[in-house]
């Protein structure tokens, strides 16, 4: 159905699609009684009035398409309507003030809105420049905008839209189309802005700066507050329903007010997504951990009573190496403190040992602040780098959720793990009435000790096949062999005493034993008024490190090679340390006499030009005493020739004439 002209006309399809037959139809087209409005030619089928069908035919007509005029009317503009492409790519640009892009349905809404107002401009457009050819009447726009509003609920099912359907309203929004462009459909209700009370900078400033106070005030108390402003300047007061709206509005700018700057860098700042190290040794990372495990200690109180406690906890101190989470290294303590975490780090590099052969140092290590100014030298031994977190920065150790993890894994399955921390959700935690009942069952402190050692030993199992295989992506440069001497004056225990050298060495009481310890090198016995504190190893008491008082001087000792008196007890290698022995006192002994001797000639300078020296020298039999000295320094041919050249010379008195020799009395 469709309008030609001002004429409803029904096309010849539709008549013979069961109204009437096609020889009915040609047959009344023919007598007349059928006015037949447009001819069929290509593409466009022929049309008849339907106000010219017989009656019983149009009745049917009626019947078969009740919204005959509506269906008709829209079909100009249904034919018109193509989707604007601009349209769409302006709206899905479009960008609104706080930020945000229209929805996907927003943007086919407005879209469709366009396309519907460019097909009525074209309809307009078209009769006009039809009008003008054929010289017809101009068209009646009051009864187009009847037909174009009518015609928009039949539109709504192909292009869904927002347009008014007062023809009124519609040619008005028609007109604020062609003079605003694709943006007159853009909704000012997204900003609330026609009902918004806080609408200016200042206005939305003093709300911002009451919402950030570090009180954390609640919504109607912000309200109260800001209105007693908003009175005194005259502005709208707002409702606690509207502080809240502008709390999450601004909940960026007001979370570092209301929860600190360690919140927001936790919560609101960028984080940082890091990868895993790809092999062992590349970085370390420390910390310690209350273990999630109770157990009972009795103290006696000021009045003598035994009181046991159930609630006491130890702490664990943990190296771990973040490629596959290994804990190379750990120690248990009773809270965390400096010599704690040198027990931790002693304990890598020994593990270190265990699996590699040699004590390996760590290309970096990551720790806290906590104690770094006493740590660093220590740290500074164990790593090549050191990079501490930011304070207050958790997220950046991986070892706290490894924490979550152990005890998840090992601390939840004994009768006395304490649950998540106290200061976490209640409901996480275990019944605590349970606790309360199986509490005399609890370990002593030994007992926990066992336990942590046993979940470390079962960490450890389960991942150190992975972690040796790893080793083979550790490059060679990267592999950071531990000193021993390092080791020892970081690590080693001390026994409480220092020694002297002796003619054996140093002996040391360790573990309750005198030991005798040397060294091969010639300095360590130069220093023989130093007072010596022995380091060592409890695991290796082979070797030793004796560093004087202000840690300048540091020499590593060896356990002393005991030598059988019978020869019949010498066995392979005795003769061997025995040479050693006898080539070092050699080389001992020739240092001295090297020494001594540059000595003698340094100090044979001064004593001749020091008339204090001089004076220290005895005369042979003849009166001299430099001629003997000069002997023993000059060769036999030498001394020979002096004493040829050597002539009496009579004394005359100085400034007297040579031939009167007897004149003396100038003196």
């Given at each position: 159905?469709?309008?030609?002209?001002?004429?409803?006309?029904?096309?010849?399809?539709?008549?013979?699609?069961?109204?009437?037959?096609?020889?009915?139809?040609?047959?009344?087209?023919?007598?007349?009684?059928?006015?037949?409005?447009?001819?069929?030619?290509?593409?466009?089928?022929?049309?008849?009035?339907?106000?010219?069908?017989?009656?019983?035919?149009?009745?049917?007509?009626?019947?078969?398409?009740?919204?005959?005029?509506?269906?008709?009317?829209?079909?100009?503009?249904?034919?018109?309507?193509?989707?604007?492409?601009?349209?769409?790519?302006?709206?899905?640009?479009?960008?609104?003030?706080?930020?945000?892009?229209?929805?996907?349905?927003?943007?086919?809404?407005?879209?469709?809105?366009?396309?519907?107002?460019?097909?009525?401009?074209?309809?307009?457009?078209?009769?006009?420049?039809?009008?003008?050819?054929?010289?017809?009447?101009?068209?009646?726009?009051?009864?187009?905008?009847?037909?174009?509003?009518?015609?928009?609920?039949?539109?709504?099912?192909?292009?869904?839209?927002?347009?008014?359907?007062?023809?009124?309203?519609?040619?008005?929004?028609?007109?604020?189309?062609?003079?605003?462009?694709?943006?007159?459909?853009?909704?000012?209700?997204?900003?609330?802005?026609?009902?918004?009370?806080?609408?200016?900078?200042?206005?939305?400033?003093?709300?911002?700066?009451?919402?950030?106070?570090?009180?954390?005030?609640?919504?109607?108390?912000?309200?109260?507050?800001?209105?007693?402003?908003?009175?005194?300047?005259?502005?709208?007061?707002?409702?606690?329903?509207?502080?809240?709206?502008?709390?999450?509005?601004?909940?960026?700018?007001?979370?570092?007010?209301?929860?600190?700057?360690?919140?927001?860098?936790?919560?609101?700042?960028?984080?940082?997504?890091?990868?895993?190290?790809?092999?062992?040794?590349?970085?370390?990372?420390?910390?310690?951990w209350d273990v999630e495990l109770l157990y009972q200690k009795t103290k006696t109180n000021s009045k003598g009573h035994n009181v046991a406690n159930y609630d006491n906890r130890l702490?664990?101190?943990?190296?771990?190496?973040?490629?596959?989470?290994?804990?190379?290294?750990?120690?248990?303590?009773?809270?965390?403190?400096?010599?704690?975490?040198?027990?931790?780090?002693?304990?890598?590099?020994?593990?270190?040992?265990?699996?590699?052969?040699?004590?390996?140092?760590?290309?970096?290590?990551?720790?806290?602040?906590?104690?770094?100014?006493?740590?660093?030298?220590?740290?500074?031994?164990?790593?090549?780098l050191l990079t501490p977190a930011r304070v207050k920065n958790a997220k950046s150790k991986v070892i706290e959720p490894y924490f979550d993890y152990l005890n998840e894994t090992y601390?939840?399955?004994?009768?006395?793990?304490?649950?998540?921390?106290?200061?976490?959700?209640?409901?996480?935690?275990?019944?605590?009435?349970?606790?309360?009942?199986?509490?005399?069952?609890?370990?002593?402190?030994?007992?926990?000790?066992?336990?942590?050692?046993?979940?470390?030993?079962?960490?450890?199992?389960?991942?150190?096949?992975?972690?040796?295989?790893?080793?083979?992506?550790?490059?060679?440069?990267?592999?950071?062999?531990?000193?021993?001497?390092?080791?020892?004056?970081?690590?080693?225990?001390?026994?409480?005493?220092?020694?002297?050298?002796?003619?054996?060495?140093?002996?040391?009481?360790?573990?309750?034993?005198?030991?005798?310890?040397?060294?091969?090198?010639?300095?360590?016995?130069?220093?023989?008024?130093?007072?010596?504190?022995?380091?060592?190893?409890?695991?290796?008491?082979?070797?030793?490190?004796?560093?004087?008082?202000?840690?300048?001087?540091?020499?590593?000792?060896?356990?002393?090679?005991?030598?059988?008196?019978?020869?019949?007890?010498?066995?392979?290698?005795?003769?061997?340390?025995?040479?050693?022995?006898?080539?070092?006192?050699?080389?001992?002994?020739?240092?001295?006499?090297?020494?001594?001797?540059?000595?003698?000639?340094?100090?044979?300078?001064?004593?001749?030009?020091?008339?204090?020296?001089?004076?220290?020298?005895?005369?042979?039999?003849?009166?001299?005493?430099?001629?003997?000295?000069?002997?023993?320094?000059?060769?036999?041919?030498?001394?020979?020739?002096?004493?040829?050249?050597?002539?009496?010379?009579?004394?005359?008195?100085?400034?007297?004439?040579?031939?009167?020799?007897?004149?003396?009395?100038?003196?």
């Amino acid at each position: 159905m469709e309008y030609y002209g001002n004429t409803l006309c029904i096309s010849h399809a539709e008549l013979t699609a069961g109204i009437m037959s096609k020889s009915n139809l040609n047959y009344y087209v023919r007598e007349g009684k059928i006015k037949q409005v447009q001819r069929a030619c290509y593409g466009t089928p022929a049309l008849f009035a339907v106000e010219s069908l017989p009656l019983k035919y149009r009745t049917e007509v009626y019947r078969r398409n009740p919204d005959l005029q509506e269906k008709a009317d829209s079909k100009p503009f249904m034919d018109t309507i193509t989707p604007d492409g601009q349209a769409m790519r302006f709206y899905e640009a479009y960008v609104l003030p706080d930020g945000r892009h229209l929805s996907p349905e927003k943007q086919a809404e407005y879209s469709n809105n366009c396309a519907i107002m460019n097909a009525f401009r074209q309809c307009i457009e078209t009769s006009n420049s039809h009008r003008m050819r054929q010289s017809k009447p101009r068209v009646n726009k009051t009864e187009f905008w009847r037909k174009a509003a009518a015609a928009l609920p039949r539109l709504t099912d192909r292009f869904p839209h927002s347009l008014p359907e007062s023809d009124r309203r519609l040619q008005r929004k028609f007109n604020e189309y062609l003079h605003e462009g694709y943006a007159c459909f853009i909704s000012k209700k997204f900003q609330n802005i026609n009902a918004a009370k806080v609408d200016d900078e200042d206005k939305e400033s003093v709300l911002t700066v009451i919402l950030a106070h570090h009180n954390n005030l609640d919504d109607v108390t912000i309200a109260g507050y800001y209105n007693r402003e908003a009175r005194k300047n005259g502005w709208k007061e707002i409702t606690p329903s509207a502080v809240g709206v502008w709390r999450k509005k601004k909940d960026l700018i007001i979370s570092v007010g209301r929860r600190g700057l360690t919140n927001f860098r936790n919560e609101k700042s960028m984080q940082v997504k890091r990868s895993r190290p790809t092999a062992p040794f590349l970085m370390w990372t420390l910390d310690g951990w209350d273990v999630e495990l109770l157990y009972q200690k009795t103290k006696t109180n000021s009045k003598g009573h035994n009181v046991a406690n159930y609630d006491n906890r130890l702490t664990l101190e943990v190296v771990l190496d973040p490629c596959i989470n290994y804990p190379i290294g750990y120690a248990i303590g009773t809270h965390e403190t400096p010599d704690l975490i040198a027990e931790a780090l002693r304990n890598a590099a020994k593990h270190s040992e265990e699996l590699f052969g040699v004590m390996l140092r760590a290309n970096q290590i990551q720790c806290d602040h906590y104690a770094i100014k006493a740590m660093t030298p220590v740290y500074g031994v164990m790593g090549k780098l050191l990079t501490p977190a930011r304070v207050k920065n958790a997220k950046s150790k991986v070892i706290e959720p490894y924490f979550d993890y152990l005890n998840e894994t090992y601390c939840n399955k004994w009768n006395n793990w304490s649950g998540y921390g106290v200061t976490t959700n209640p409901k996480r935690q275990p019944n605590a009435e349970a606790l309360n009942r199986l509490r005399h069952s609890f370990p002593d402190e030994a007992g926990v000790r066992r336990q942590i050692e046993e979940m470390i030993q079962a960490e450890r199992a389960l991942k150190i096949a992975q972690f040796r295989a790893l080793m083979e992506n550790l490059p060679t440069e990267r592999r950071l062999p531990l000193n021993r001497e390092a080791y020892l004056y970081s690590f080693g225990a001390a026994t409480g005493f220092k020694n002297a050298i002796e003619g054996s060495g140093l002996r040391p009481t360790l573990l309750g034993m005198k030991r005798d310890y040397d060294c091969f090198d010639i300095r360590f016995r130069e220093h023989t008024g130093t007072r010596w504190t022995v380091k060592y190893d409890p695991d290796n008491l082979h070797e030793v490190l004796a560093v004087n008082e202000d840690g300048t001087l540091r020499f590593m000792l060896t356990e002393k090679y005991v030598q059988p008196m019978a020869l019949a007890d010498r066995k392979t290698g005795d003769a061997a340390e025995l040479q050693k022995v006898f080539d070092f006192n050699e080389r001992l002994e020739g240092y001295v006499l090297e020494n001594l001797n540059a000595a003698y000639e340094k100090a044979d300078t001064y004593m001749r030009e020091d008339n204090t020296l001089n004076r220290l020298l005895l005369c042979d039999s003849r009166g001299q005493h430099k001629l003997p000295k000069a002997q023993k320094r000059l060769k036999a041919v030498d001394v020979e020739a002096i004493e040829v050249k050597t002539v009496e010379v009579p004394i005359i008195p100085q400034g007297a004439p040579s031939t009167d020799k007897d004149d003396y009395s100038i003196f």
